[in-house]
């Protein structure tokens, strides 16, 4: 019983961590956090994110033999490690882009 209950969960967090990459796509980009947004950011996404990266990370060692066959390394090294890092340790606090806030030029 606590193992079709476990596998339920199990199965429910990977469906909606496949979804998540497309729920983030449709959000706007808010370059100006609120309190709350960087709060949150980084007491709850960023300990989560982490996790993520060394999980991925750890998929990814697991499936090298694999994707070195298939001549996908590089797509699976993205998809894995360099995404979630990115999102980890680049990003902006508060931001929803995984790209480094632009400072403004001259130009802008």
């Known amino acids: 019983m606590k193992n079709a209950i476990t596998a339920r969960a199990a199965v429910a967090a990977l469906g909606l961590a496949l979804l998540a990459p497309w729920y983030a796509n449709a959000q706007p980009v808010d370059e100006n956090p609120t309190f709350m ?35 996908n390394m590089e797509q699976a090294g993205e998809m894995l490690v360099e995404g979630p890092a990115r999102a980890t340790f680049v990003r902006c606090l508060g931001c929803r882009a995984s790209a480094p806030k632009r400072e403004p030029t001259q130009a802008d």
């Not at 998929?59 to 994707?67: D, G, H, N, R, Y």
């Open 37 to 71: 947004a960087m709060t949150g950011d980084l007491l709850i996404a960023r300990p989560l994110l982490l996790v993520t990266t060394v999980a991925g990370t750890a998929v990814f060692l697991a499936s090298l033999p694999f994707t070195a066959a298939g001549g």
